[in-house]
């Protein structure tokens, strides 16, 4: 996809608004949150513009998260973290706020207070398991 002129994230990709960049590959760009949860809280960005996962073509999904998985692993060397959270808000009805792809990667502690991903949905399943089977595997193509 082409750039949006109009994107924050497009415009750290061209270097035209600031970000505390820490690594960044060919298709991917990872840079420290403004807003951050807890120290180190960084974003892995595609450098194309996609809103959502969905949209970004299967060959882009392996450098994005070998750039995830880097970012990780730095975190626990550098700031000592026990464990990461990696996790995207994929779309507004999920907390997505800028319209372009970005997962998140949490340094996490023992007893610093963060959920598991478990307690973010509050709404119970309406349907059986073997229902929801069937309807995503028909959605697959399966």
Known sequence: MNPDPSCVFCRIVRGEAPAHVLAENEHALAFLDIHPLVDGHALII???????LEDVPPELVGPLFELVQRVSRAQRRALGAEATTIGINNGRAAGQVVPHLHVHVLPRYTGDGGGLIHSIIQRPSQRGLDEVRDLLVKALGG
């Open 46 to 52: 595609p450098k194309a513009h996609y809103v959502t």
